[in-house]
């Protein structure tokens, strides 16, 4: 990979992202209000009224009562206060496949934009002319919608730490974030799925003639993660160190498959072709 001409490519289009406010103003709205708003209406509430009062908490208690033997069902049940034990879960598990969204809406954003703002621009067919292999177009494609991806979810994960911990510090005396857990979704499972969302979009940017179009059909990459948050609601399954263990090591496999189906099926002609109305 000719290194300087994919740093002038990343450079190139992360330029496009930011002076394009609509689209990069929702792709910060949103993990902004996971970060700071979300845990704050979920904490304050419990430092001045019992759970009990604010609302019906009994899938909750049931949730709690289907924990398996472990460490998290101790720290649980350690807490007096069903305030504690409630708050305690929900900032450290229940909240983490939001996070998981941050990614994956960032990495479809700029993905989307990758190949199909470069059509709509009417710059591609002078990026495919240019004396540029094939390999380094794509490697700095990626790699400029994956590294704002993952710095935007540590940004956001750092600022919702800040915000756990002073709002929950007087319930607690202590500060309660983060778990081991959060550790595994930020450094093993968020760049995973950040990669295979990037993947699937630069793929879908390539072959689609617009924007619109190829975020439109990117987003459905969130649908996993929405259902692994469904399933997490309803007691199927916990999203605790083992499952993001075995859910990352997953998704590298599907990235490895996706890697080589872009490989395999996108070169210049088909871009070339992708062009044409």
């Not at 290194?3 to 990069?24: E, F, G, H, P, Y």
Request: glycine fraction near 6%.
């Amino acid at each position: 990979m000719n290194k300087r001409a994919a740093r002038a490519i990343i450079t190139k289009d992360i330029k496009a992202i930011s002076s394009n406010v609509q689209l990069w103003l929702p792709m910060m709205i949103i993990p902004l209000m996971f970060s700071i708003v979300l845990p704050l209406a979920v904490v304050l509430p419990a430092r001045f009224y019992e759970m009990d009062k604010i609302g019906n908490i009994d899938p909750i208690r049931k949730l709690f009562s289907q924990l398996p033997p472990g460490t998290l069902r101790e720290t649980i049940f350690s807490f007096d206060g069903i305030n504690q034990q409630v708050i305690f879960f929900i900032v450290n598990y229940f909240f983490a496949p939001f996070f998981l969204l941050i990614p994956l809406m960032a990495a479809s954003v700029i993905g989307a934009n990758s190949f199909a703002g470069e059509k709509e621009r009417k710059t591609l067919e002078t990026l495919l002319f240019t004396p540029l292999e094939l390999e380094t177009l794509f490697g700095a494609k990626i790699l400029a919608a994956f590294l704002p991806a993952i710095f935007l979810t540590l940004v956001c994960s750092f600022l919702y730490g800040i915000v756990v911990n002073i709002a929950a510090y007087p319930l607690f005396h202590r500060f309660i974030f983060p778990q081991g857990n959060w550790l595994l979704l930020l450094l093993w499972v968020t760049p995973a799925v950040s990669l295979g969302a990037v993947l699937v979009n630069v793929f879908i940017s390539a072959k689609v003639k617009g924007f619109q179009e190829a975020y439109q059909l990117g987003c459905l990459v969130i649908l996993p993660i929405l259902g692994i948050f469904i399933a997490q609601m309803t007691g199927i399954l916990l999203v605790n160190s083992l499952f993001l263990c075995w859910f990352g090591a997953a998704v590298l496999v599907i990235d490895f498959f996706a890697l080589k189906a872009c490989s395999r099926f996108l070169n210049r002609n088909q871009l070339f072709t992708s062009q044409v109305s």
